[in-house]
Structures are given as structure tokens and as C-alpha cells.
């Protein structure tokens, strides 16, 4: 992104980015329970966005590890094996609670859910300094949360970490699980570049308008 600050923390609207990403699971279900990993580094300064920005919602912090394995890995010693574990990228502010309810569903019938879309664009393999088409009906395009039986996950998560660590469906398929994919929602884009937040801010303005007419 190139900015001093975590993408998460930007401002979206008059909140930060990832108010709304909390938010989304609250509008789904508000009894919800709610864990936030951050760097080691904005531990203190989290309790000065909250107190800021009104972020009330109930929630227990999380200290980062240096990898998102090893956050995740922190994350799931408060987690017990009956219970379902969501785990969404705070920089994915416009998950819909009907991707939400449909990985919750999916993962309570087959363990696993994870939330896709098909690949809008058509697509090249390159292999040295050639390229050739791919059918891109044989892709995905992979999104949070990522919802997993607690037993699942945190059997998952007693491997060593590896570079290949992805995302936590990557581990838990690693470990010999099948992944379930289920339809997700295209709004539901990652912030990663200074062109995604200008997108977000731009998507979340129309919003705004919109519901204010």
C-alpha cells in the first residue's frame, strides 16, 4: 500500500476499514464472538481507535505472530473443538451476510466452507518465456471468512508452518481435509493496493448514496 498506516486502520467513510469488516458479522449475527489479531505494535493504539471511532462491538483482542499462521495459531488457542471458527481478513470490508450465512452452513453439514468466484477474465499459464490459455472455468478466486469445524481447524494448526501457507484452507487441506467451496459475493475484494482502497472508498460513496435516496 505504501502508507504509514495498517491498511486495516485506513478510513472508510468516517470509519476505519476494519469497523465495517467487524460490522458485517455483527449485522449477521450480533451474538456472534468476535476475536481481532493485531500487530504487536498497535495493541494500545487499537483501544485509542476504538475509543475514537465508537467501535463498541464486543471482542477480545489477539496479539499478531509474525505470519498469519501464526496469528491464526494464537487465535485458535481460545477456540474450543465444537465450535464453528470464521476467519476473515479485516481488509475485506464488504463480505454480504448472505456469503457468511452460506460458509456457517456449509461448514456445519461438511466441516469445511470456503467463499468463491468465478474468474471474470480470461487467463494465461506462463511457463518460462512462453505463455498459453487456460480454461478459466477450472478457477476460482478464492475469499474470506474461510469457516471451519473448531476441531478441524485447530487439528489443522498442530502442523509446522509452511511458506505455502497461503490462507487457512491451504493448511487444513494440507493436513488431509477436503475444502468445500461456496459462493461468495464479487464486492467482497481484499484492500491490498492503494487502487483497492480508491475502489472501496468509491464502491462504499455509491453505497452511501444509494441508501440515502
Known sequence: ?????????????EKPVIYHSMSAFIK????????VGLPEGYLEEWNTIC???????????IRGG???FHTVLNALEK???????????????????NTIERCFQTAENWG??????VVPDSMREIQDDSSFPVNRESYRM?????????????????????PGFTDDASVVEQAGYDIHLVEGNKEN?????????????????????????
Open 112 to 117: 469445511t466452507a470456503v467463499p468463491c468466484i
Open 189 to 213: 475484494f481484499k484492500i491490498t493496493t492503494i487502487e483497492d482502497y480508491n475502489m472501496a472508498c468509491a464502491y462504499f460513496k455509491s453505497k452511501a448514496s444509494y441508501s440515502s435516496k
Open 79 to 97: 477456540i474450543g473443538n465444537h465450535e464453528l471458527v470464521a476467519i476473515h481478513d479485516a481488509v475485506r470490508p464488504f463480505v454480504s451476510s
Open 66 to 68: 509474525d505470519t498469519r
Open 1 to 13: 500500500m505504501g502508507a504509514d498506516t495498517p491498511k486495516q486502520f485506513l478510513k472508510l467513510g
Open 142 to 162: 478464492i475469499q474470506t471468512p474461510q469457516v471451519f469445524k473448531g476441531e478441524i481447524i485447530k487439528s489443522a494448526y498442530l502442523q509446522e508452518f509452511q
Open 51 to 61: 475509543k475514537d471511532f465508537s467501535i463498541d462491538f464486543d471482542h477480545e483482542v
Open 28 to 35: 449477521y449475527d450480533k451474538k456472534i464472538r468476535m476475536l
